[in-house]
């Protein structure tokens, strides 16, 4: 597939920097030696034009690694997802309940309220909105009268969007690069951990590349997952151009005939020129190295930030063409709403779901159980 393929050519402004992570400040360094042997790709990449002004408080440093500790008894995906969403769940139906059961019939009244009510869950204003729209044309279809109905529906027309995106992570070719991009500290590393132990126990061959450059505990981070799960890592030093790491991925990827190369990226791309511009010298080395591959480019959202999640996917698939979201830290808020807004309004599949720090608390997405595990049985 040809380079520009993967950027979209819609010419937009500048990202608002609030809607984006404060960033750690840093220039990238000259680029890896692998690099300086290929032809044509030894450019660096331009230093970031929007860096916070000297001195600025940096919010984020990265969380210490969480102790290491295997699951004992393997509890269901589907109870570890209801575990994981009880915050979510307890907003979403504690609001939606407390609407159905004031109203003792179906009126304008109800659905005002049950639009303010999925507002307050985080569904956002225009999903809201289109959600109760629908389910005012159901209930009128289908001649509903009770609130128990009613809910019914407002289930389905959930379980619909959730369902809307095609959520397999698609490994077509051998290998097939993942791309893993998102502001910092939204778990992009700790992603890639689970992730390779996911598809290590379906038998795959995974590289791990650090193209995290920008520090180097970033890629120390990423060599204790290589480590736990017993793949290859490919680093440089701090400082190299992401694009070298890349390149050494793409080669180990190959010579060990490896099913899948994923590469960490930094949570720095805080404006669009940049992320496109580093975006295009990553996928012209991956196109000349291992022509034809394919790219899965998965965004991850921390959830617990709520509408700025919303607002960083919006961006982010203006400037690279998102083939999924992996949505983090469910477990630790009320927020969980926005996974049903990110579908609705970006129309980009959710293909994970982050449910715990543990190794195996990721879980693919799966519309159905989401939905399930939102809406409790009575
Ligand atoms: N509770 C919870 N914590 C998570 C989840 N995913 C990641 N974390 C935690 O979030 C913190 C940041 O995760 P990282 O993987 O370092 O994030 P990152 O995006 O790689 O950060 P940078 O490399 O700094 O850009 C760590 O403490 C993780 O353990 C999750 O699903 N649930
Ligand atoms: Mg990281």
Redesign the pocket.
């Known amino acids: 597939m040809a380079l520009f393929d993967f950027l979209k050519k819609k010419k937009d402004g500048p990202v608002p920097a609030e809607e984006f992570a404060p960033q750690?400040d840093g220039i990238i360094g000259e680029a890896g030696e692998a690099l300086e042997d290929a032809p044509g790709q030894a450019e660096p990449v331009p230093a970031p034009e929007e860096l916070p002004p000297e001195g600025a408080e940096v919010p984020?440093?990265?969380?210490?690694?969480?102790e290491y500790v295997e699951k004992p008894a393997k509890k269901g995906l589907f109870s570890r997802l209801k575990d994981?969403l009880s915050k979510t769940r307890d907003s979403f139906t504690g609001k939606v309940d407390s609407v159905f059961r004031a109203f003792a019939k179906i009126d304008d009244d109800l659905y005002d309220e049950l639009e303010e009510a999925l507002i307050l869950a985080d569904i956002g204003g225009q999903t809201s909105m289109e959600i109760v729209d629908s389910l005012r044309e159901r209930v009128k279809e289908k001649r509903i009268t009770d609130g128990a109905a009613a809910k019914e529906e407002l289930k389905a027309i959930i379980t619909e969007i959730l369902a809307g995106g095609d959520s397999e992570l698609r490994l077509d070719t051998k290998p097939t690069v993942v791309l893993?991009i998102?502001?910092?500290?939204?778990?992009?590393?700790?992603?890639?951990?689970?992730l390779t132990n996911r598809l290590k126990n379906e038998g795959k061959t995974v590289v791990l590349a650090a193209a995290?450059t920008?520090?180097a505990?970033?890629a120390d981070?990423l060599e204790i997952w290589a480590e736990r799960n017993g793949v290859q890592l490919i680093r440089l030093t701090e400082g190299a151009d992401p694009a070298a790491v890349i390149f050494d991925g793409c080669g180990a990827a190959k010579k060990r005939g490896a099913d899948v190369l994923i590469c960490?990226?930094?949570?720095?791309l805080h404006n669009k020129r940049n992320l496109m511009e580093e975006l295009k010298k990553i996928y012209r080395v991956i196109e000349r190295e291992l022509p034809g591959a394919r790219k899965e480019v998965l965004l991850?959202l921390?959830?617990?930030t709520g509408q700025n999640a919303v607002n960083q996917a919006e961006e982010f698939n203006k400037a690279a063409e998102l083939t999924g979201i992996v949505l983090?830290?469910?477990?630790?808020t009320a927020k969980g709403g926005i996974v049903i807004q990110i579908i609705q309004k970006l129309g980009v599949p959710v293909k994970f779901?982050?449910?715990?720090?543990g190794i195996d608390?990721?879980q693919p997405f799966d519309a159905a159980d989401f939905a399930a595990a939102l809406f409790p049985e009575e």
């Open positions: 750690p984020h440093e990265p969380a210490p690694e969480p994981g893993v998102g502001v910092n500290g939204v778990g992009k590393t700790t992603t890639i951990g689970k995290d920008f520090r505990a970033a981070q960490d990226t930094a949570g720095r991850v921390d959830a617990t983090t830290k469910l477990d630790g779901v982050g449910v715990g720090e608390d990721l």
